[in-house]
């Protein structure tokens, strides 16, 4: 077995990016791939680059594992899907870079502990800014005390999102369960916008592959679309150190907002799309200094793939594994166990046909996060009562 094989399961949605770096971007002989699987490889944009490369196809792991070995397994399918699959490519030998989420409940992550103390394979999940350059430099600098004493962290993101993404994936999407009955919780928070989320509490983090749990949390949840789950979500939650950290997002909005981050700090404020340049990290210190860092989006699956596999060879630390997402997990967890979903006013709505949106929800949205306030502190016709959560003890979704 080569000391970089890869198996690549599920290349026909998100998936494909891996078969375009690997079979365009990197050396072929140094990262090998020994196979595809999934049922469905010939949706695949670049089948005909797997065709034309001979990589062996099959519908199952375990029919891979018959005939080959991997060193790595990326898995880039169906959340329902990963816990099986995270064991079975462990059992048969695999280190493993599956995407985000990696689970959708918190006890989920129990037979994976038990399956990697068993076989002592490793694991990373696909938080691709974990895996960036620039957010280490920033998580470094904040473990070093570069920039005081963490003082308040936002992070807001608008994207529309069509009729077409909430029918994608076999139906998933949106859902709290897959048609075979399995859990999947699909929703802005635990998916569409999870890197947000996920980012200001790795950042908080007391070690660079920790992140920082939320004691409590005030939350809303609201939905434009026929969905289970929700499309909007606006919440504000404090660290163990008494940190607040507020997250708002939406799909049902008819204008985008990239991602745009402020955080904090006694000696400095790390922005992200607040200011031109678009996509760039910068710094802001309190003596005048403005640092600019370059993209957070410096590597995407490069990173991903690359850090895996130094953490493997013991080049580099983990530093996307278990512990650096359980806190974001609690979080989109406490959500759905806790939280009801609200449906906007109806005299809001709109229906294009291709897709749901509500009337001025971007731009109010962008109110809540530049003033720090919860919709229902703005007295938003559609807002409701946030729901405070206590999360100290909180240790498995419910359901």
């Known amino acids: 077995m080569s000391k970089k094989s890869i198996l690549l399961v599920g290349v026909g949605g998100y998936g494909r990016?891996?078969?375009?770096l690997l079979l365009n971007h990197l050396d072929r002989e140094e990262y090998p791939v020994a196979g595809v699987v999934d049922p469905f490889v010939e949706k695949c944009p670049l089948y005909d680059r797997i065709q034309e490369e001979q990589i062996p196809c099959y519908d199952t792991m375990e029919a891979f594992y018959e005939e080959h070995e991997a060193l790595?397994?990326?898995?880039?399918t169906p959340i329902n899907l990963h816990a099986g699959q995270v064991i079975e490519a462990m059992e048969h030998g695999s280190h493993v870079l599956c995407e985000k989420p990696l689970v959708p409940r918190l006890q989920d992550l129990d037979a994976i502990r038990q399956t990697m103390a068993r076989t002592g394979k490793q694991l990373s999940v696909g938080f691709q800014w974990c895996f960036s350059d620039v957010i280490l430099k920033v998580k470094r600098a904040i473990l070093a005390g570069e920039y005081g004493r963490a003082l308040r962290l936002r992070s807001y993101t608008a994207w529309p999102r069509d009729f077409v993404y909430y029918g994608r994936g076999g139906g998933w999407a949106g859902k709290y369960r897959a048609r075979d009955g399995s859990y999947v919780l699909d929703s802005i928070a635990s998916n569409g916008i999870a890197h947000y989320l996920?980012?200001?509490?790795?950042?908080?983090g007391d070690r660079v592959n920790t992140s920082a749990p939320l004691v409590s949390m005030k939350a809303?949840?609201?939905r434009a679309n026929a969905i289970d789950t929700y499309d909007t979500v606006a919440f504000?939650?404090?660290?163990?150190?008494?940190?607040?950290?507020y997250f708002y997002g939406t799909h049902a909005c008819n204008f985008s907002i990239d991602p745009t981050l402020v955080y904090e700090f006694e000696k400095a404020t790390v922005t992200y799309n607040l200011f031109p340049p678009k996509d760039q990290i910068v710094v802001h210190y309190r003596d005048g200094r403005v640092e600019p860092l370059g993209s957070p989006n410096d590597s995407k699956e490069s990173g991903k793939l690359l850090g895996t596999l130094g953490q493997i060879l013991g080049k580099n630390p983990a530093y996307c594994g278990l512990d650096t997402i359980v806190p974001h997990l609690a979080c989109f967890d406490a959500l759905s166990d806790f939280v009801?979903?609200?449906?906007?006013?109806q005299e809001l709505v709109v229906d294009t046909g291709e897709q749901r949106y509500v009337k001025g929800l971007h731009w109010d949205l962008w109110r809540c996060f530049e003033e720090g306030k919860l919709p229902s502190q703005m007295g938003f016709v559609w807002a409701q009562p946030e729901v405070a959560v206590d999360l100290t003890s909180y240790t498995a979704f419910q359901g």
Not at 17 to 20: I, L, Q, S
Not at 72 to 76: I, Q, R, Y
Not at 236 to 245: A, F, L, W, Y
């Open 198 to 204: 996920h980012n200001m509490l790795f950042l908080l």
């Open 72 to 76: 790595l397994a990326v898995l880039a």
């Open 220 to 222: 809303g949840t609201y």
């Open 17 to 20: 990016t891996y078969v375009d």
């Open 236 to 245: 504000s939650g404090k660290t163990e150190e008494g940190v607040p950290v």
């Open 340 to 345: 009801p979903v609200w449906n906007f006013p």
